[in-house]
């Protein structure tokens, strides 16, 4: 079975200053790994993806995130928070070896503060 | 760029009515998928349907859920008798083969009263 964890529901930072999510995974397959984003009153688009490949992948926004197998670990991170950053991430892991539906974390609330 | 749509966007409804919710996945795409987060809490998986039958259902997904692909376009999700915990943001989602990122409409706010 799979499943994600998200360390911290809220994280609190200074525009312009590093954004880190934490995501933590456990699989039993080779995971595939997604971070989504949520704005208020809106759905969840898709900032980025790992499937395979280069373990560094870049999303929009100036997003990026880092797969590490031996830690298992797939951290948001962006070097400067702009104020319109401010939203729920929400990590997931898809159950690809199966129907592919996403096993989401818990979420994170990203505040930014000017 | 092609996107999933839904509609309504909030319905009330009082409790043991049924609700259609209804969703335009995007038009190439194979399979389908309704999730539902309940506020302030994680989005959680419903139902996968792929070929024109249910895939994967979860615990949530009891006898008064039914999903359909009526045509070539349309998804809906009824509940057939709705309770207050059923009240929630429900969220359709449609991929391709490959690759396996889902595509998520703007969700649907249902109230139960």
């Known amino acids: 079975a799979q499943s994600v964890t998200q360390l911290g529901s809220h994280v609190s930072v200074s525009e312009g200053a590093l954004v880190l999510l934490r995501c933590n995974y456990s699989s039993s397959v080779p995971p595939y790994l997604f971070w989504y984003v949520q704005y208020p009153n809106q759905g969840l688009q898709l900032l980025l993806k790992?499937?395979?490949?280069?373990?560094l992948v870049k999303g929009i926004n100036g997003f990026e995130a880092e797969f590490k197998k031996s830690e298992t670990s797939f951290h948001l991170t962006k070097p400067s928070a702009h104020m319109s950053d401010a939203a729920e991430y929400f990590c997931a892991v898809s159950d690809w070896g199966n129907t592919g539906k996403l096993i989401f974390g818990q979420g994170t609330t990203l505040q930014v503060k000017p | 760029e092609p996107e999933v749509t839904q509609t309504p966007s909030h319905q009330v409804t009082q409790m043991g009515q049924e609700v259609i919710l209804r969703c335009v996945p995007i038009?190439?795409?194979?399979?389908f998928y309704w999730y539902r987060q309940i506020l302030g809490q994680k989005v959680e998986f419903l139902v996968s349907?792929?070929?024109?039958?249910?895939?994967?259902k979860s615990e949530i997904f009891d006898d008064q859920f039914s999903v359909e692909r009526p045509d070539g376009s349309n998804f809906t999700l009824k509940i057939r008798s709705t309770k207050l915990e059923d009240s929630a943001m429900y969220f359709c989602a449609s991929r391709d083969h490959e690759p396996y990122e889902q595509y998520f409409g703007p969700g649907t706010r249902l109230t139960v009263t």
């Open positions: 349907f792929y070929n024109n039958e249910i895939s994967e």
């Open positions: 790992y499937t395979t490949g280069a373990t």
């Open positions: 038009s190439n795409h194979l399979y």
